[in-house]
């Protein structure tokens, strides 16, 4: 089963076209880089997996669903989504997590604080994170949270737009080492780090697609 599949998308946004007649799709576990120049429609790609965008023409399926109003929040469930700029609230790194275990769709999801110590670790964050607060965080700090929060609800579908952009090399090539390593999830990255393209990943380019270049 397809994962990930639009046929014959087309939108118009902001009096341009973004994508006419797209298609293409993504199995379970494929790995699937957007490319384009600024303007193509990189992150409303994006947002139209997540519907929050809905397309003028075409059907966009996800995990063989078609998407569309009457079932956006239960789709959303399948799916994580990271961005380079994620306003994730403020107070402390573990409130903050629990409340995001308590949102209705994700109380059948068991919090366990075992496993995010072992992310702190992994993504090279101390055990004391937990305890401070999300704004006195770096910017590189708050990516990796919302990271980890993601891998905890352990999602089918992760959609990644630039989230290693506030990060040093070394931390790039951690995550992307990581992502790579979950061989059953479905990837979908945005990102101008050549780490990311030098990965051995599908390309969809959206030079191609449209008229807003």
Do not use: C
């Not at 997590?97 to 994700?106: A, C, D, G, L, S």
């Amino acid at each position: 089963m397809n994962m990930v599949e639009f046929q014959d998308v087309s939108l118009k946004f902001g009096g341009n076209r973004l994508f006419d007649s797209l298609s293409f799709n993504l199995p379970r576990g494929g790995r699937l880089i957007i490319q384009g120049a600024s303007g193509t429609g990189k992150t409303t790609l994006l947002r139209m997996m997540l519907g929050f965008v809905l397309p003028d023409k075409g059907r966009i399926l996800i995990v063989g669903q078609e998407l569309n109003l009457d079932n956006v929040w239960e789709i959303r469930q399948k799916m994580a989504y990271v961005s380079q700029e994620m306003q994730i609230g403020r107070g402390r790194v573990e409130t903050f997590v629990r409340e995001i275990f308590n949102y209705k769709k994700n109380r059948g999801i068991s919090y366990r604080r075992e496993r995010l110590l072992e992310l702190l670790e992994d993504f090279q964050l101390s055990e004391d994170t937990i305890h401070k607060k999300l704004e006195d965080l770096s910017g590189g700090e708050l990516q990796r949270v919302a990271i980890i929060v993601t891998l905890l609800l352990d999602r089918e579908i992760y959609l990644l737009d630039e989230v290693t952009s506030a990060l040093d090399q070394p931390l790039k090539e951690l995550i992307v080492s990581y992502f790579t390593g979950l061989r059953e999830k479905t990837l979908i990255i945005s990102s101008h780090d050549k780490i990311w393209h030098q990965q051995d990943f599908s390309t969809l380019n959206l030079d191609k697609h449209g008229s807003s270049t």
